[in-house]
Each structure stands twice: as C-alpha cells, then as structure tokens.
C-alpha cells in the first residue's frame, strides 16, 4: 500500500496532529501492513495558492494550453500525480479559526483539477477520481466542538473537507478529532489525546484487516489463473 501523508501544522514537533499522525503510522506498522510513505509537509512546500493565470489556465482545453500555461499548471500536476498515485490518504492538521490552515486550503485547490481529480460524464455530472481510496483526516481543535457542545455549530473544517473530497470522489472519510487541547485543563487534554489514539489504534487494525482480506482475494483470484 502507498500512503500519502500531509502535515499542516505551523507548530512542527510540538504539534498534536503530526505526533497523532506518525502514531497512526506505527500502528499501521505493528498491525503488519506493508506501505510505503510519499511524504509532504504543507507548511514547507506549500502549494501556489491560486492566481489568475493558475485559473485561466486550469480551465484551458489540455491541446490548447501555451508553454506559459503549462509551466503555471506543472506543480499542480505534478501533486495530483501524487495523490492519484496512492492508495490510501493520510492528512494531519490542527483547526485554525474554526476551519482549515491556509497551507492545507491551497493544497486542495492545487488538487482540484478538471480532467485530472474530477472528470465530467456525458450526462453532466461529475465523477471523482478518489473513489478508491481510504482517506484519514486527523485534526486537533482547541476547543470541544463534539456534540452536546457549546460550540458544535462552528465547527466549519469537518463539513469543508468531507464536501472538497467528497467532489473529488471520496464518499467515506475517516476522521479522528482530538479535542479540547489549546483551551481546556490538563486532565481534559490528556483525556482528549487518549480517545484520539484509541479511535487511531481502531482505523489502523481496520485498515490492516482491509489489506489482508485484499490480499488474500488477490491470491485466490492468481490461483484460479493459474489452474
């Protein structure tokens, strides 16, 4: 399996999200999934966010682009090759302002290409082209915004994601929410982290059993072949 990880994080080693990130990762390991990580830090090489050339030139029939419009695109696709690539998505990012980082927002819009992560069908509607891969969302929010909480309605990253890569093909994803940290007691953060580890611990024997089941249909289906 090919896991490609985003980080979106501006704190870097004292950030929840990329510590809960990389303990997904060796529970995926200790489960005994083979995979390898294609690895991007969004806050680093952060994605162009877009301009007008990136928009004239995204919407441009692919035969009639010019060379500058092509040279405008090739970061973008050289990331939707990328995504495209892998079988499973893991994006780890804390909660800025109710909603995503600016980092991870213009991956989105890097990544959201016509022709190339969505397609239109001849009836008109849209087809995504993530429709085969598992999709983690890890976040870290200050505040509590489950259920019940006073602040419930405002969480506005969790219904942004699921639609952006819901449009993208993306029906299920996966998302695990540590909550509250920035703005709760000691005994509440700790609490927080634990749950989330706990559901993390949960999604990577989900995924290993996945992998297994997978693999073990690929061996019945290359000895039928071969018989």
Known sequence: MKIMHVDA????????????????????????????????????????????????ATYTAAQERTAAMRATLAASDALCARLLAADALVFAMPMYNWSMPSVFKAFIDSV???????????????VGQLGRHKVLFITSRGADLRAGSPYESMDALTPALTAAFGFLGVAAPTFVDAQPLQFANPEARTAALERAREELATVAAQWAQGERVANQQAEALCQTVVE
Do not use: C, M, Q, W
Request: charged share 35%; hydrophobic share 35%; glycine share 4%.
């Open 9 to 56: 994080s501006a704190k870097r080693e004292r950030s929840n999200s990329r510590a809960l990130a990389r303990y997904f990762l060796e529970r995926l390991r200790e489960e005994r999934v083979e995979f390898d990580v294609d690895y991007l830090d969004v806050t680093v090489d952060t994605p162009p966010h877009v301009n007008e050339a990136f928009a004239i």
């Open 112 to 126: 959201t290409r016509t022709g190339v992560t969505y397609l239109h069908a001849e009836d008109g509607h849209i």
